[in-house]
């Protein structure tokens, strides 16, 4: 059964650092995978999607890796700001045809200015 | 722009109690999603539906039923609510013509006292 770890599970830098979210999962064969922004008390916000054929997306600030054969997943953010403090979770789904993405625990993130 | 809505933010309801939750969305996505979310357990899927009037269960069913008549509209039953369904509750969606993205709304927080 596929499992999805998140290390560290919480993170506090001071602004403008750059940092790593990391994201690692038991069975490498995926169809994607896909990084979610949570504030508290909210619902999730998709940040980007690695289709299991790509090595990276990049959005603005932020930009994930896939290694498939490893079974792992990464999240750089860039100059990272006090608006970034948020739980970052990243879920990987099997098979194309409707299946359910499975998550990991998150890690939850304070940028202090 | 994408929306997936939940129409109860926060509930609170009795033991014993039936509860609905409504979700719908405006994109015209086959694959709609129940999650339900908990500290320390992350989201676990409660149920999926490919379609209309198709659906298959998650990882915890139990205590749960779902239908969907309508495409744009995925609603989750409590049949009997109990304390152990305090919850935050999540409903997405996705289709495959938007790259296979998976957009959630911004949660249910039901309370059974």
């Known amino acids: 059964k596929q499992e999805v770890t998140q290390i560290p599970a919480a993170l506090s830098v001071p602004e403008g650092e750059n940092l790593v979210l990391n994201c690692s999962f038991t069975d490498s064969a995926i169809y994607n995978l896909q990084w979610f922004r ?76 | 722009d994408v929306k997936v809505t939940q129409s109860s933010r926060y509930l609170v309801k009795r033991t014993g109690e039936k509860v609905f939750l409504e979700c719908v969305q405006d994109m015209d996505h086959e694959n709609m999603f129940w999650y339900r979310q908990d500290p320390g357990l992350g989201l676990r899927l409660i149920y999926f539906s490919y379609d209309v009037k198709m659906k298959e269960k998650g990882d915890i069913p139990e205590g749960y039923s779902v239908s969907r008549e309508k495409k744009e509209r995925f609603s989750l039953i409590l049949e009997s609510a109990s304390t152990n369904q305090t919850s935050m509750y999540l409903c997405a969606s996705r289709t495959r013509l938007s790259g296979n993205t998976i957009y959630f709304g911004e949660g249910s927080w039901l309370t059974v006292v």
Do not use: M, W
Not at chain 1, 43 to 54: A, D, E, F, V
Not at chain 1, 62 to 80: E, M, P, Q, V
């Open chain 1, 38 to 113: 949570q504030d508290p008390g909210k619902g999730l916000t998709s940040l980007l999607l690695i289709q299991s054929s790509q090595r990276e997306q990049t959005s603005g600030r932020l930009n994930a890796s896939l290694d498939k054969s490893s079974g792992r997943s990464t999240l750089y953010i860039a100059a990272s700001q006090p608006g970034d403090s948020a739980t970052y979770l990243c879920a990987v789904r099997h098979g194309q045809a409707g299946t359910a993405l499975i998550f990991g625990k998150g890690t939850t993130l304070s940028v202090s200015s």
